[in-house]
C-alpha cells in the first residue's frame, strides 16, 4: 500500500510513487499529481514519461516542480499554482521521501498567507516532516 501522508484534507505528500500508485491514488480520489524530484536524479525511480503517461491514463494533472534544496520563488509559486487552480481537488505531490514535498507545500502556503506559519509546521510534523527549521525563511516568504 502506498504510504501518502495527510497534510490538509486535500493535500498529501509521499515518497517516491510508482506507476502502480497512480491507480490506487485516483482510487483515492487524487485529481493532481506533483512531482519534485528532477527526472533520473536516482537511477531506481521511475521514468518522468512513465509517471505522466499513468497520470493521464487515470485522469489526472500532472505537474513537474523539481527542487534540490529550499525552494526558490519560482518553484512556490509553480506550488501554488498547481494548487490553488484544482478547484480543492485531492493533490498529491512527492519526492524520493515526501520530505522536499511537504516543504515546498509550506513555503506556498506561507507565501499565500493562508494559515500561520506555526499551524504550517504543525501539520508538517503531523505528517511526520520537521520543517521547524524553516521557521525564520518561511515567516520571510509570509512577509514578501
Given at each position: 500500500m502506498p504510504d501518502f501522508r495527510k497534510i490538509t484534507d486535500t493535500f498529501y505528500v509521499a515518497p517516491q510513487i510508482s506507476v502502480e500508485d497512480i491507480a490506487s491514488a485516483t482510487n483515492?480520489?487524487?485529481?493532481?499529481?506533483?512531482?519534485?524530484r528532477p527526472d533520473?536524479?536516482?537511477p531506481d525511480q521511475p521514468m518522468?514519461?512513465?509517471l505522466?503517461?499513468?497520470a493521464e491514463t487515470n485522469g489526472m494533472s500532472f505537474f513537474?516542480?523539481?527542487i534540490i534544496a529550499?525552494?526558490?520563488?519560482?518553484e512556490i509559486d509553480?506550488?501554488?499554482s498547481a494548487i490553488q487552480d484544482n478547484d480543492g481537488k485531492?493533490?498529491?505531490a512527492f519526492c524520493r521521501s515526501g520530505t522536499r514535498s511537504a516543504t515546498l507545500w509550506a513555503y506556498a502556503m506561507a507565501r499565500s498567507k493562508s494559515m500561520p506559519i506555526d499551524e504550517i509546521i504543525s501539520k508538517a510534523r503531523n505528517a511526520g516532516y520537521d520543517l521547524a527549521p524553516h521557521a525564520p525563511r518561511l515567516e520571510a516568504v509570509a512577509a514578501m
Open positions: 483515492d480520489g487524487f485529481s493532481v499529481l506533483i512531482m519534485n533520473g536524479e536516482t518522468l514519461e512513465d505522466v503517461s499513468s513537474h516542480i523539481p529550499p525552494p526558490n520563488l519560482p509553480a506550488t501554488l485531492k493533490v498529491l
